[in-house]
């Protein structure tokens, strides 16, 4: 349970000192790490939420009870019906029970036959063969057949089933047994339109673009429930596809249910994943981009983007699939977690209650983050005992969860009944203990106290590289945060030796391209950057712009950290134009990725406001300005320290624009609510009540004009 990197945000200023505030990134199931051996460049004033809403009751039988047939009624065999099935251009929702599929299986050779053979495989193996002589549909051939037990599986379909063609056929099958499995459903009454079957297989190329849009709108709007098969989970097949894309967008515009299947196996991976660190649902928020899928013919993708550009746009498009996802990892860790209850594996039980309550933080829904993190405590004092390790993990994160809210308060005593049981229970030595002091470390660090933060940080530093080696991660990262302390109080030489080690050291133990060698990379530029060694950080922050894109690709978080660090740059250098489409392109992706509400959009927000500021361009700064300030109120509440930045820097521009009575009150606002969340000696306090002096002495002069005219 060692410590594991953390995203920081570094806020810098145009006038000011810089100071830093933190969006931590930590292994649930672990003594989470609040360290911070990155920060992320965001321009704020000061320091320096939630998605769109997201549902979040697991899927259930009931829910679907509208898109759920209890048994599909076979069609009356009219003559209509029968000419209709034999014309080979006639569109049909006809579909086959899911539990036909297994009787599949078997009439083409079992799994051993099957196994390794794509959807692709099966349809030239064993569809287009047996339905040679008719060119129908394989649903068709059914329902046209005289054997009642063949015609009593096709009926008209309550699922349509978007997949990838090289997908293996037998996860596709096991996709949907442990869809209709999960969610309670009658296999039989369970009817599914698989274009496979549901569609004649023979003369396809033949049909245009008009036919398949047709085809597929007519099917996704009449059926009214679409199961997207993901798969593999952190890089979904089908959202690379153009096709699956345009069936997600006629879903999305019919307004019809959406789902998520997954094959058993590739469900645990998921699961596993999440269970044992919940930011690994960043890996798959990094690889939904709609628009970087392709078709076979350009034509049709050309025609499907525009196509969807015209209408909901392909970021609308992505967040249905996020939230869409995000409400089958809650459902499914909610199933975890009563699973694990009923058969009394408790400590399995804890496992899955961090992992949700972890969950439910990544998507700042927190108030029900606590209400798991509080309810997992309780468990685990009572089931475990105050001391056992995993009632540790649970304080930490608890602590961790008001930590990220800036309820400093309610974190410090945390955080030090949590390093108090753990120098005596597993000893002041252990990585655990030494990762709890980091993170006391940090929250000092932010508070300002940086006489308390400072012994700490040494003291994590020399015990790891005498435990666990100068080279272990953990070292590394100790080193790092040790660095950023130094960084923060303004001791650029201090910090710069030590990244710079940190950095060397990352590279020959971990690789040039390791997601932590690119953090003291991207520290080291920022260092460069504050010293105004512009020529130094500029290659720097290219460099790690580049690789990040490159390993990591272009959506990810640490992608967008490097974006918005290097727009950064360029607005240091007052190289405002490219700074502005950097901020406008980082502000775009985060929305579409992480959703409008989440933190890090709204300092990509903030940024962009503070820009139009120092340009001038203050009727574009001003509802940026605003609307940054009232999501930040309604997300992280008003006495959230980015909040006070948001605050602050709305003073700031219209302070900026010579309106200094509308300046001091905001600023009085902002210094009282400081001084009462961080104290009145904390840095940024300090720096509130400069602000609001230059504009007390600004507005009492306008005063005094005033009265004189």
């Not at 307004?255 to 997954?262: D, L, P, Q, R």
């Not at 995000?326 to 694990?340: E, M, N, R, Y």
């Amino acid at each position: 349970m060692g410590a594991t990197v953390s995203k920081q945000k570094q806020k810098k200023t145009p006038i000011h000192t810089n100071s830093s505030s933190l969006v931590p990134s930590a292994a649930d199931n672990s003594i989470a790490a609040l360290t911070q051996p990155e920060r992320t460049i965001v321009s704020q004033v000061l320091l320096d939420q939630q998605k769109e809403n997201i549902h979040t009751t697991p899927v259930s039988a009931e829910m679907m009870s509208v898109n759920v047939v209890e048994k599909a009624e076979t069609v009356a065999d009219t003559e209509k019906e029968r000419a209709n099935m034999l014309d080979p251009n006639h569109f049909s929702i006809k579909g086959v029970t899911v539990k036909y599929f297994s009787s599949l299986v078997d009439v083409w050779g079992g799994c051993s036959e099957l196994k390794g053979m794509t959807t692709q495989d099966i349809c030239n193996k064993f569809v287009k063969p047996q339905t040679e002589s008719s060119k129908l549909s394989w649903c068709a051939d059914m329902y046209l057949s005289k054997d009642p037990n063949l015609m009593g599986q096709v009926h008209d379909a309550n699922y349509f089933i978007s997949h990838a063609w090289k997908y293996t056929f037998l996860d596709v099958v096991e996709a949907l047994t442990n869809f209709v499995d999960s969610n309670k459903l009658d296999p039989e009454a369970t009817i599914i339109w698989f274009d496979l079957l549901s569609n004649s297989q023979h003369n396809t190329s033949a049909k245009d673009f008009t036919w398949w849009t047709t085809v597929f709108q007519n099917a996704i709007q009449k059926i009214g429930s679409v199961v997207l098969i993901m798969q593999p989970w952190d890089d979904p097949i089908p959202l690379t596809r153009a096709w699956c894309v345009y069936e997600i967008y006629v879903s999305n515009v019919a307004g019809s249910s959406f789902y998520v299947a997954m094959p058993p196996n590739e469900t645990i991976l998921f699961m596993d994943s999440l269970k044992k660190q919940s930011q690994k649902y960043l890996s798959l928020l990094a690889n939904l981009n709609s628009q970087n899928c392709k078709a076979g013919n350009t034509s049709d993708q050309e025609a499907i983007f525009t196509t969807i550009e015209r209408t909901i746009g392909f970021s609308k498009l992505d967040r249905t699939v996020l939230e869409t996802l995000a409400v089958w990892i809650i459902g499914t860790l909610q199933d975890h977690i009563t699973s694990s209850r009923s058969s009394q594996n408790h400590i399995l039980q804890i496992d899955w209650m961090l992992a949700l309550a972890g969950f439910y933080r990544i998507l700042s829904h927190y108030e029900k983050a606590e209400s798991m993190y509080v309810e997992c405590l309780e468990t685990s004092k009572r089931v475990l005992g105050p001391d056992h390790p995993d009632t540790l993990i649970a304080l930490n994160n608890l602590a961790l969860l008001y930590y990220s809210q800036g309820k400093y308060e309610q974190a410090e005593p945390m955080y030090n009944e949590c390093l108090s049981t753990s120098k005596r229970v597993l000893g002041p030595d252990h990585p655990d203990t030494l990762t709890i002091m980091s993170n006391l470390a940090l929250l000092y660090k932010f508070q300002g106290k940086y006489v308390q933060s400072e012994p700490m940080y040494t003291d994590c530093l020399a015990t790891s590289k005498k435990v666990l080696g100068p080279d272990h991660p953990d070292t590394l990262l100790s080193l790092n945060n040790m660095a950023d302390l130094y960084y923060s109080q303004g001791k650029y030489d201090q910090a710069e030796s030590m990244y710079i080690e940190c950095l060397s050291t990352s590279k020959r133990v971990l690789g040039p391209d390791h997601p932590d060698t690119l953090v003291s990379l991207n520290n080291l530029a920022l260092i460069y950057n504050s010293q105004g060694k512009y020529e130094q950080a500029e290659p720097i922050s290219v460099q790690c712009l580049k690789t990040r894109q490159r390993v990591l690709g272009p959506d990810h978080p640490d992608t967008l950290i490097s974006l918005n660090n290097l727009a950064l740059l360029y607005y240091s250098q007052g190289k405002y134009d490219q700074a502005e489409s950097m901020y406008i392109e980082c502000l775009s992706t985060s929305k579409r990725v992480l959703g409008p509400d989440h933190p890090d959009t709204l300092v990509s927000l903030n940024n962009l406001a503070l820009l139009y500021n120092s340009q001038g361009k203050y009727e574009q700064a001003e509802p940026i300005s605003v609307q940054c300030l009232k999501t930040r109120q309604r997300v992280l509440g008003p006495d959230h320290p980015d909040t006070l930045i948001a605050l602050n820097n709305l003073a700031l521009l219209y302070y900026s624009q010579g309106k200094y009575e509308q300046a001091e009150p905001i600023y009085i606002e902002c210094l009282s609510t400081s001084k009462r969340v961080l104290g009145p000696d904390h840095p940024d306090t300090l720096t509130i009540m400069s602000n609001w002096a230059k504009s007390h002495v600004l507005a009492v002069t306008a005063r005094r004009k005033n009265l004189c005219q």
